[in-house]
């Protein structure tokens, strides 16, 4: 590994640099976090724990996030092979608005949305009759999530699409095979790591999200209650420990998704090979 | 090149020193989330009686947020000379975890270091659809509630320990009784928003709730912002004393050198020019000349502090609003 065979020069100083970036970035605040964790003592741990208002709190926020990666896997699937497959007038304008989640302030959508779906919003007010509620309610929060995290689904299947030649679907449309069958057998097998790490991330994202969801959740302890709001309620007690042990717990469970769903893609992409 | 770039270092250099040396100076308030208004207004009226008397100019600078994320803040290095809370526990917290002020930082100034004080009061539709005249009548099955959660607003702690205060009041100190009525209370809030505007986002924007509980300043400033002939406001007979307390972040003005000024700031708000101001925002003010010139816009109540009932803030915590405590378990129980 000499540094003079490498396509860009500096190779030391360019992985120098990116390690250190990473460092700062990201590892120090993970590990400033895990040593203000480590400070809170065994019985306050299982006392906080065994909760039964963080566990309502972690049983809503992982069936929301769920809820919502899942809307996001078809919709997302959905409007990735629109936005890349069809021509059409504003074609452009659609793709970049596929961003505006990550552009718009999260607190902002969260109140925008709890706007629009009130029982007196634009849309609430045609729901309210046929007895909805959206906002203060759970189905306002997986709302919130799916808003946040639709980017990264569409933006992961995006490239993947575009590489994906038309000449397969036309051989398998010319040898017989049902629309149902081309989609099933030929389309997603190929887009399966992209749209399962695209729906990851939105999960994880999901996971954590504070902005959007606390102006349209309603907030009720055991009902509508995410697992960030606790956190952010914990510091506000001053019970910085705990804030850190619970952001630790909802860290890992996140890196450990990910990492599985690595694991699973490799599997799979090893035997898409054979 | 290098000459271009050394000059324009030194040209910025020297910028900088201008300018630090002409700097006036400063001091920063920070201060409870719904203040931002009150001190906008009171600020320029002290930088010029300063001005007047010292004859160099200063500049108070602001900042809001929820008073124990301020709390938070300046334990984590945000520099604010004073603070301006609206509730102890956050002063408290900063000789408890960072030694910046001494314990007995409440007896600095006078009226406990509160130069103003509320109440938790009522905000109802135009025409009190629902009749509500006192707390009992919140406990109604027909009555929903909009206010703050307690664990995230002092505003709310304060409704929660208002509402608590009546029970005892009313069924003479009987734990039980008391216990159920304020989890009737908590039972008919329909949206626990993190802080006082979000509650009051909820109330007036998405016409959430029959009654806003919020401090009595809040109320009539609401009322005054989003129309008197779209809401009422109604003071129970009984409710709890809130005071606003205020104190010198001592290490960080001993550091900054703005101890005279700081201390000057808040000796100000004790003055008649800014308790009129104070009281012109609807707050309660001690100056007996400002009492009594907005005799008629604070109606009598009995109030009662906190501590006369519950003990210190620190008991009130532990005992009501820790994880596990009092609120926790009514609010358990509601889930059920």
Redesign the interface.
């Known amino acids: 590994m000499k540094g003079g065979n490498r396509v860009l020069p500096g190779f030391r100083l360019s992985l120098g640099l990116g390690v250190l970036y990473l460092s700062l970035i990201v590892l120090l605040p993970a590990t400033t976090l895990v040593l203000q964790a480590a400070q809170i003592r065994w019985s306050e741990l299982l006392?906080?724990f065994t909760?039964?208002?963080?566990l309502?709190a972690v049983r809503v926020t992982f069936i929301a996030a769920i809820c919502a990666s899942l809307c996001n896997a078809l919709l997302g699937l959905l409007l990735a092979w629109i936005l890349t497959r069809y021509e059409f007038p504003g074609r452009k304008f659609a793709d970049t608005l596929i961003d505006l989640p990550f552009a718009l302030p999260t607190a902002v959508a969260g109140?925008t949305l709890?706007?629009l779906f009130?029982?007196?919003?634009w849309i609430g007010k045609m729901l309210a009759p046929m007895g909805v509620e959206i906002?203060?309610s759970f189905a306002g929060i997986v709302l919130a999530m799916t808003f946040t995290s639709l980017p990264f689904v569409v933006r992961s299947l995006q490239p993947v699409i575009e590489d994906l030649a038309p000449e397969y679907e036309e051989a398998a449309e010319c040898l017989g095979a049902t629309r149902w069958q081309i989609f099933w057998r030929i389309l997603l097998p190929s887009l399966i790591p992209a749209l399962s790490m695209g729906t990851t991330l939105a999960l994880v994202r999901s996971l954590g999200e504070f902005g959007a969801v606390?102006?349209i959740a309603?907030?009720?302890?055991?009902?509508t209650e995410v697992v960030s709001?606790m956190i952010?309620?914990?510091?506000?007690?001053?019970?910085y420990e705990?804030a850190a042990a619970v952001a630790f717990v909802l860290l890992l469970t996140s890196l450990l998704i990910l990492l599985i769903v690595q694991l699973l893609q490799r599997r799979y992409s090893a035997r898409e090979k054979l | 090149m290098i000459r271009i770039i050394f000059k324009t270092f030194a040209a910025t250099l020297f910028l900088f020193t201008a300018m630090s040396a002409g700097a006036q100076q400063q001091i920063l308030n920070a201060s409870y989330d719904v203040s931002r208004e009150l001190f906008a207004a009171i600020n320029p009226k002290f930088q010029a009686e300063w001005q007047k008397k010292t004859g160099s100019p200063i500049e108070v600078q602001q900042s809001h947020a929820g008073s124990s994320t301020q709390a938070t803040a300046i334990l984590q290095g945000l520099k604010a000379d004073v603070v301006t809370f609206n509730q102890s526990t956050d002063i408290d917290v900063l000789h408890q975890k960072g030694k910046l002020l001494s314990p007995d930082w409440r007896t600095k100034f006078a009226n406990n270091s509160s130069p103003f004080y509320s109440t938790t009061a009522f905000l109802v539709r135009k025409g009190n659809p629902k009749n509500i005249q006192d707390w009992s009548d919140l406990a109604r099955a027909d009555v929903k509630l909009v206010f703050p959660n307690p664990k995230t607003s002092g505003n709310a702690r304060y409704t929660y320990l208002a509402s608590w205060i009546y029970a005892y009041e009313t069924f003479a100190g009987d734990e039980k009784k008391i216990r159920d009525f304020v989890g009737k209370v908590l039972a008919n809030v329909v949206v626990f928003d993190t802080g006082g505007r979000g509650a009051t986002t909820s109330f007036v924007e998405r016409e959430l709730g029959d009654v806003l509980l919020t401090f009595e300043s809040e109320v009539n400033l609401i009322r005054k912002q989003y129309g008197e002939d779209k809401y009422d406001t109604v003071v129970p007979k009984i409710s709890v004393l809130a005071e606003f307390p205020v104190a010198v972040v001592e290490k960080v003005a001993t550091a900054e050198g703005t101890g005279k000024a700081a201390h000057a700031y808040l000796e100000y708000l004790y003055s008649a020019e800014a308790q009129e101001i104070l009281a012109g925002f609807y707050y309660r003010v001690h100056h007996p000349d400002v009492v009594a010139a907005h005799a008629a816009q604070f109606p009598a109540l009995k109030l009662v502090a906190v501590e006369s009932l519950f003990g210190d803030w620190q008991t009130i915590n532990e005992t009501h609003f820790a994880t596990g405590a009092a609120l926790d378990q009514l609010l358990r129980r509601i889930a059920q």
Do not use: Q
């Open positions: 006392f906080y909760d039964p208002r963080l309502a109140l709890s706007a009130a029982k007196n919003g906002s203060f606390i102006f309603g907030n009720m302890p055991f009902a709001l952010f309620t914990y510091i506000g007690e001053y019970a705990a």
